[in-house]
C-alpha cells in the first residue's frame, strides 16, 4: 500500500518568513495529492490540492510542488502570519475510479511567531 | 451549506460504558467516513460508506466498534463496551461523487474514556 512521510514534524517561523513542508510518496500510481490544515479544536480542512498532470499550483500565498519522478511533493506558504499557525497534513490518492483509499502524511506543526 | 455536522462535540464517559456518536453529512455527498485521530497513530480511517452502504471497514480496530448509515443524512459509530485507549477525536467527513477524493470534514468528537 501506500505510504507518505512529511517533515519536518515541528516547524517556527517569523512572522512574514516562508514555510516549505515536503512529503514523499511510495505509489506510483497516486497522483492526486491534497494539503489539508487542521487548526486547533477543528477538523481538517481543504486548502489547496494538485495532480499528476501539474508540476505547480498557486492560490494566494500558498503553493504546491510536484515532482513525480522522485515522488515528492511540497507546500510552500509565502508571507506567514500568525493565522498560519496550524497542523498540516499532505496526503497522497491514487485517482483509478471508485473510491481510493486516502493515505494521509503524519502532520506537521507549524508555528508563526509574532 | 452548514457542513458536516458531528454531535456531541465532547464526550466524557467511564470505561464499559457505551458510546455513540452522530454526524449528519453534507447533502448531497455520496461518501461518508469515520476516522480516528490520536497523537501516537494519527489519523486512521475507521470504515466508510458509499450511498449508505458499508464498502469497507478494514480499520475498525475491533468488534466493539460499529457503524450504521440507515439514511443519507446520518450516520453513527457506536463503542461498546468503550475502553480507555478508545480516547481520541473521531471524525467524520463526506465527499460527492464528482470530487470523491476531496474530503470534508466535520469538526470531531473528542472522546475521553476513563
Known amino acids: 500500500g501506500e505510504n507518505v512521510e512529511q517533515h519536518p514534524s515541528t516547524l517556527s517561523v517569523q512572522e512574514g518568513d516562508s514555510a516549505v513542508i515536503k512529503c514523499t510518496y511510495s505509489d506510483s500510481a497516486s497522483n492526486y495529492f491534497p494539503w489539508y490544515k487542521q487548526e486547533l479544536g477543528k477538523g481538517p480542512q481543504l486548502i489547496i490540492d494538485i495532480r499528476s498532470n501539474v508540476g505547480e499550483k498557486k492560490d494566494q500565498r500558498i503553493a504546491v510542488t510536484l515532482n513525480k519522478t522522485a515522488k515528492h511533493f511540497s507546500l510552500h506558504i509565502t508571507e506567514t502570519q500568525p493565522e498560519d499557525s496550524a497542523v498540516y497534513f499532505c496526503a497522497a490518492i491514487p485517482d483509478s475510479g471508485g473510491y481510493q483509499k486516502v493515505t494521509f502524511g503524519t502532520g506537521t506543526k507549524l508555528q508563526v511567531i509574532p | 451549506d452548514a457542513g ?3 454531535s456531541p462535540r465532547h464526550e466524557v464517559t467511564e470505561m464499559g460504558q457505551e458510546v ?3 454526524c449528519k453529512p453534507i447533502s448531497g455527498h455520496d461518501y461518508l467516513f469515520w476516522y480516528r485521530q490520536t497523537m501516537m497513530r494519527g489519523l486512521e480511517l475507521l470504515i466508510y460508506f ?3 452502504v458499508p464498502i469497507d471497514d478494514s480499520g475498525m480496530p475491533e468488534d466493539r466498534f460499529s457503524a450504521k448509515m440507515p439514511n443519507a443524512s446520518f ?3 457506536k463503542i461498546q463496551p468503550s475502553e480507555p485507549r478508545d480516547s481520541a477525536v473521531y471524525f467524520c467527513a463526506s465527499s460527492p461523487w464528482t470530487r470523491r477524493e476531496t474530503q470534508y470534514f ?3 468528537t473528542r472522546l475521553l474514556v476513563l
Do not use: C
Request: charged share 5%; proline share 7%; net charge positive.
Open chain 2, 4 to 6: 458536516v455536522i458531528q
Open chain 2, 20 to 22: 455513540t456518536l452522530r
Open chain 2, 50 to 52: 458509499n450511498n449508505n
Open chain 2, 75 to 77: 450516520s453513527t459509530l
Open chain 2, 106 to 108: 466535520g469538526p470531531g
